[in-house]
């Protein structure tokens, strides 16, 4: 199995900050990554895949890149509805597994 | 509009059996696979297995192999997650979401159901 080590675990961050998070895999996954944005209680929505493709209706604030087997996931200023759990995941293959998660909280 | 609608909570006994359900609307339901994928209490997300609604095939996490059956049944775009002995253990919620092939990528979510297995 592919595994996505996650960093880090939990954050606290203010309004207006720039917030970043990585991902490394166990193997290469060409840019076949996703992140998810997780709020207490609800299912997760889809934020990026393909590392770097915002999905539709997305705010431009979140951006994604890629670097051989490391993924980041940036929030550029961070707005109250976005603290939350973010999860990368691997689509390369199966299983495709998530990341531990980022926890994202309000200092 | 797409949806995916998750059948409602359950408590149940360890050794109980469980069918949940996941039914897809407002798209081609046979076109898109649907994946499942647990969140324990307080815990992240693990990807249980996938299902190809226009034959059935399946993709299971060799950690899911045996303990869980993913199925469908086209005729009422409705895919399941069952069970056929409970344990404490598998207290979790667990979601269905679609899966579109291009990047392999969960686009559209259930809301989520809630199994407790608790004596």
């Known amino acids: 199995d592919i595994q996505m080590t996650q960093s880090p675990s939990s954050l606290s961050a203010s309004v207006g900050d720039r917030v970043t998070i990585t991902c490394r895999a166990s193997q290469s996954i060409s840019s076949y990554l996703n992140w998810y944005q997780q709020k207490p209680g609800k299912a997760p929505e889809l934020l990026i895949y393909a590392a770097s493709i915002l999905q539709s209706g997305v705010p431009s604030r979140f951006s994604g890149s890629a670097s051989e087997t490391d993924f980041t996931l940036t929030i550029s200023r961070l707005q109250p509805e976005d603290f939350a759990t973010y999860y990368c995941q691997q689509s390369y293959s199966t299983p495709q597994t998530f990341g531990g998660g980022t926890k994202v909280e309000i200092k | 509009e797409v949806q995916l609608v998750q059948s409602g909570a359950e408590v149940k006994k360890p050794g109980d059996s469980l069918k949940i359900s996941c039914k897809g609307s407002g798209y081609s339901f046979t076109t898109y696979r649907i994946g499942w994928v647990r969140q324990m209490p307080g815990k992240g997300l693990e990807w249980m297995g996938i299902?190809?609604?226009?034959?059935?095939?399946?993709r299971y996490n060799p950690s899911f192999q045996g303990l869980v059956t993913i199925s469908v049944d086209k005729s009422i775009s409705t895919a399941y997650l069952q069970w056929s002995s409970l344990k404490a253990s598998d207290t979790a919620m667990y979601y269905c979401?679609?899966?579109?092939?291009?990047?392999?990528?969960?686009?559209?979510w259930g809301q989520g159901t809630l199994v407790t297995v608790s004596s």
């Open positions: 299902i190809y609604p226009d034959d059935s095939g399946t």
């Open positions: 979401a679609r899966r579109v092939d291009l990047w392999n990528t969960y686009d559209y």
